[in-house]
């Protein structure tokens, strides 16, 4: 009999190639699937943070297949919508985006999409269909898809550059701050004088596709980022560097500029004026809650739910500035299938925590929290209610987070980290002051009762007394 997984958080590949494809500016999604394959990726994530695409929802071009489709093929009905959405909808790039009802048909889209290109269109296809793998399986594999036959069916001018560097792995949607991440990662490399393929956001779109080619380097953050940039290397020879995970601090700052500089030439002294102007950066805001982190006992055990290189980032954030000790790291991004990409936790997760799970399943994770005895959760709004069950606080910062909006806010970089450092303090800060408050009120409804000096004689209320006279006196300044 199979599991049944509870609350599962990520989508298919279908939802990830979506996701993907509708966050590149000038890109047009085509989705060959029945009417739902689309809706229900909107409405799975309409109330988690960063708004919505301009192709998201009714408004994504789509086959909308249907029984007489899956009965009898419907590439005659992709082939119509590929040519009426060419029509009516103002693209630099469509991308035509397959799914389980047609790849079990054996719909020949390859075939739909060389005819429309006969025509000089600009059209390209991915033949991952949603049960080849979760959301993150499909960012990669659409965007390799893509860069394999993009510069034949578009066309565009080759001009190695040698400030140019690809960035892969901040996945739109599954890391809630890619927006603002993306931007401090641009403004990092910036501040070296490189510059950054980012294909996402603002900043990012078709351009930065067309412009991939021209790169001096691929840089992946995470694991989610291989294969596009080893397509790129493969056909343009681009160097690739992995990190693990996005920089924190001015020390992975310095060394992520430090591998760079072994493959791409930087100025020495503009390096050295940058970091030093981030190191001052870091040290300005940090010292000023060094107070804090004592009076609040900052350093408490925490549990951290979401994708492996949040984990990872997070995690280093809360040890390395707070004194946290992580006592779980669930890793919820789906696994891939190769071997080579099983989790080492020696080499990943030693600067972090030794408790590594992986699962997406809300009952698991529940369990693991509970089990783990953490005093706080870094997680996303699905833990919420663990979290109220244990009364324990809850920072919202993966996927997916419903009680909050995130526009171009982040946790990498020094900013990034600021940031996250910020909402640590504030949700430390929240829950004590609520702790205090329900405390003082209960032992306000029962002074003047026989049972108040009962209460106040134990001395298991000796503290929680001293934190009424605590707050009080705070009250009374």
Avoid at 167 to 193: S, T
Avoid at 206 to 232: C, H, M, Q
Avoid at 296 to 319: F, H, M, P, T
Avoid at 400 to 414: C, D
Wanted: with cysteine.
């Amino acid at each position: 009999m199979a599991d049944i997984i509870k609350n599962p958080r990520n989508g298919c590949a279908l939802h990830g190639a979506l996701q993907t494809v509708q966050e590149i500016n000038s890109v047009v999604p085509i989705v060959h699937a029945n009417a739902g394959c689309g809706v229900i990726n909107y409405l799975a994530n309409s109330k988690t943070t960063g708004g919505s695409a301009r192709y998201s929802g009714y408004s994504i071009p789509g086959t909308a297949a249907q029984e007489r489709h899956v009965i009898f093929g419907g590439a005659s009905r992709l082939r119509e919508q590929i040519k009426n959405t060419i029509k009516v909808v103002d693209g630099a790039l469509y991308v035509i985006l397959n799914s389980c009802e047609s790849a079990m048909v054996g719909d020949d889209v390859d075939a739909m999409t060389r005819e429309i290109v006969e025509q000089n269109e600009p059209v390209v296809d991915t033949l991952i269909a949603g049960f080849n793998g979760g959301a993150h399986f499909g960012y990669e594999h659409v965007l390799a898809d893509v860069f394999k036959s993009v510069y034949d069916v578009k066309p565009s001018e080759s001009n190695k550059n040698s400030k140019l560097v690809n960035i892969f792995g901040i996945i739109p949607d599954k890391d809630p701050y890619w927006q603002g991440n993306l931007e401090e990662i641009k403004r990092i490399l910036k501040g070296v004088g490189i510059e950054a393929n980012v294909f996402f956001g603002v900043s990012g779109g078709v351009e930065d596709i067309d412009n991939a080619k021209n790169a001096s380097l691929s840089i992946v953050f995470g694991r989610w980022g291989e294969l596009p940039a080893k397509v790129l290397n493969e056909k343009f020879d681009i160097p690739v560097i992995q990190k693990a995970a996005l920089p924190v601090n001015a020390l992975e700052e310095k060394e992520l500029i430090d591998e760079i500089g072994k493959v791409i030439s930087v100025d020495q002294d503009a390096v050295d004026v940058f970091l030093n102007k981030e190191l001052a950066y870091e040290s300005n805001y940090y010292s000023r809650i060094r107070d804090e982190v004592i009076e609040y006992a900052i350093g408490k055990s925490v549990a951290i739910v979401g994708d492996e290189e949040q984990v990872i980032r997070l995690g280093r954030i809360a040890k390395d500035v707070f004194g946290a000790k992580i006592v779980a790291a669930v890793l919820t991004d789906s696994l891939k299938k190769d071997e080579e990409h099983e989790l080492n936790n020696d080499d990943l997760f030693a600067q972090v925590t030794t408790n590594v799970y992986k699962t997406s399943d809300q009952k698991d994770i529940d369990d693991i929290i509970r089990q783990s005895k953490a005093e706080l959760v870094i997680g996303s709004s699905l833990e919420v209610n663990i979290a109220n069950k244990v009364g324990i606080p809850l920072i919202e910062a993966s996927y997916p987070v419903y009680h909050k909006s995130i526009l171009n806010q982040s946790t990498a970089g020094i900013r990034g980290s600021v940031e996250f450092v910020s909402d640590y303090l504030t949700t430390i800060k929240q829950a004590e002051k609520e702790k205090s408050e329900e405390l003082y009120n209960y032992l306000k409804q029962l002074k003047g009762q026989k049972t108040w000096q009962d209460h106040s004689s134990k001395k298991s209320h000796v503290k929680q007394l001293n934190l009424i006279s605590e707050l009080a006196s705070r009250e009374s300044i």
